[in-house]
Every structure is written in C-alpha cells, then in structure tokens.
C-alpha cells in the first residue's frame, strides 16, 4: 500500500521534512518513489510547498495521507486552488449564439415638418 507522508531530512533539532510518496512498510526514511512536496515548520508561519497535481495523481492511485501530511494538505491545499481559481477570467455560462442576435434593421429619420 502506498502512502504519502513525511521523511525528516533535518539536522539535529533543526528538522525539516520531504513530503514522499512511499510504500508503509519502508522505514521513515527509506527509498521513496516520489518527493511531491516540502514542509519546514521552523519558520514562521510554517512553508509547506505541495505539487497538487501529482498528490492527485498518486491518490488516484490509491496512495493514502499519513495522518500528519492529512491535515498539512487539508490546511494549505484549499488556498492555492482558490487562489488559481480567482487568476482565471471570468466567462457567461451560456455564450450567445449567432442565431439569437437580431440584426438591427435600419430606419429613415422622420422628417420634422
């Protein structure tokens, strides 16, 4: 089974973490497949650093969050799609067609007598 969670890669009382996709059994620190993010809860406020599109991909895969990595994406993932989401322009759900648009049929002007 495949899970997503974190290897510490910091020095002694310094720690900083990969999150790694890896099988459960492995150790802590052992070979993973994939690095899909970063997350240093030194400094203030904490950087986490996500690849959402490969967390999704490899939960469509079946991989499963580590209860830690669980609340990090929980947490920071909403604020990066909202914030890709209000990048995008806004566009009519419905566009309209050229049959709806009526040509505007020319008129005399009305002599003034």
């Known amino acids: 089974m495949l899970m997503i969670r974190l290897a510490r890669v910091g020095a002694r009382k310094q720690p900083h973490y990969r999150v790694v996709v890896i099988e459960k059994d492995r150790a802590r620190n052992g070979r993973s ?8 809860p030194r400094t203030n406020p904490a950087s986490v650093d996500l690849k959402s599109d490969r967390i999704a991909y490899w939960t469509s895969k079946g991989a499963q969050f580590s209860e830690t990595v669980g609340k990090l994406v929980a947490k920071y993932k909403p604020a990066t799609e909202s914030a890709a989401d209000a990048s995008k322009p806004l566009t009519p759900a419905v566009a309209p067609t050229a049959a709806a648009v009526e040509p505007v049929a020319e008129t005399e002007p009305i002599a003034a007598a």
């Open 33 to 40: 497949i994939e690095v899909v993010g970063t997350y240093n």
